[in-house]
């Protein structure tokens, strides 16, 4: 079989650091790929004058495959959001983030293992703000039957192939009643076509306090948009921040695989990031290929070099480099 090709942004602040680490171990780990890599963001911007060039959406819509490392979308340049806006052209509703505690990174909320599914392409999201005098701005959040629809397939789907018990559906529909309404009730005629799998919903603020409290009782959660962003966040603090929360991008004709992290500006040249979170998130890009032993056994090398601890990078509590944890993972390999 011919080796599949995919895309690659290397992106901004600690995404080219990132992105070189990440191709060093696919090709240790002997990972049946071929890269185009492309230099996206603001320093491209400064060079050559757009922030994603043309060949770049051209391999992407090529390929249909693409690994992202994190992008600032600079304040005027015609983006609100660079993340935002390729999630549209692609129309990527599905963003899927597995929060999952590893027992090798210390903090208090062992045995973890949620799931979360966000809708990708409204809500919120859809930007749509509105000056109706000087001192009233109005916000549009669109909820449609046909995008709740299809995450809320898609996570009982989820959860039926992974075997998972349990979908809790995440909204504010006791305020907004006919928004959120709509996204629960799709949630609960979608549930009916899957009687072995548990249903159940809760409202967005009891959700941040439970999972807090008591996170064990969450399996996969659907949601719209912006408590997806919020929530995934949340989750990533109780596996151990930022630096470990990845995530697929997926729609019907492309699938985009990126960190939930930012570009974190604050240490980017530093050598210090943390590329884990890009790492899973090239291991769940394996797995999309269908490429589970190469996809395996990256996470089994990861695994074992975070639980001896050396080799930890300082936002997990360890004093390595991102070179030193790379070149142990690679070892292990
Ligand atoms: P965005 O708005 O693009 O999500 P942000 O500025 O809100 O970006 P991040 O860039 O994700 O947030 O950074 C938040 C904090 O987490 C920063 O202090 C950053 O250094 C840290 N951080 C994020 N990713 C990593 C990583 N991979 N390794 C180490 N620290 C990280």
């Known amino acids: 079989m011919a080796k599949k090709t995919v895309t690659v942004f290397r992106g901004d602040g600690i995404g080219p650091e990132i992105t070189d680490a990440v191709i060093r171990i696919l090709n240790a780990a002997g990972a049946d790929l071929d890269y185009e890599i492309y230099n996206v963001g603001e320093a491209e911007y400064e060079a050559h004058g757009a922030l994603i060039p043309e060949e770049a959406f051209a391999s992407m819509e090529r390929n249909h495959v693409l690994l992202k490392s994190p992008i600032t979308t600079p304040v005027g340049r015609g983006f609100r959001s660079l993340n935002v806006f390729l999630r549209k052209k692609y129309d990527l509703y599905a963003n899927i983030r597995p929060a999952k505690s590893n027992h090798a990174v210390k903090t208090p909320f062992q045995g973890v293992d949620i799931v979360i599914f966000r809708e990708n392409t409204e809500d919120l999201y859809v930007g749509v703000e509105e000056q109706i005098d000087q001192d009233t701005i109005h916000a549009t959040k669109i909820i449609t039957r046909g995008a709740s629809r299809r995450i809320c397939r898609d996570a009982f789907e989820y959860a039926r192939a992974h ?171």
């Open 163 to 333: 075997g998972r018990k349990k979908v809790t559906c995440v909204h504010k529909a006791n305020i907004l009643k006919m928004s959120d309404g709509l996204f629960r009730d799709v949630f609960y005629e979608i549930s009916a076509g899957y009687p072995d799998i548990e249903a159940d919903d809760k409202i967005v603020d009891n959700v941040s306090m439970q999972m807090v409290m008591n996170p064990w009782q969450f399996d996969v959660m659907v949601m719209p948009n912006l408590y997806g962003d919020m929530l995934s966040d949340l989750a990533s603090g109780l596996i151990g921040g930022l630096g470990l929360l990845p995530s697929s991008n997926l729609g019907e004709n492309y699938a985009m695989f990126e960190a939930v992290h930012g570009s974190a500006p604050d240490i980017a040249g530093k050598g210090i990031a943390n590329p884990t979170a890009f790492l899973w998130s090239a291991c769940m890009m394996l797995e999309y290929l269908g490429q589970m032993e190469c996809a395996a056994r990256i996470r089994r090398s990861v695994d074992r070099v975070l639980e001896e601890g050396a080799f930890n990078t300082p936002d997990i509590g360890g004093t390595a480099t991102t070179e030193e944890y790379v070149n142990e993972i690679i070892r292990l390999l």
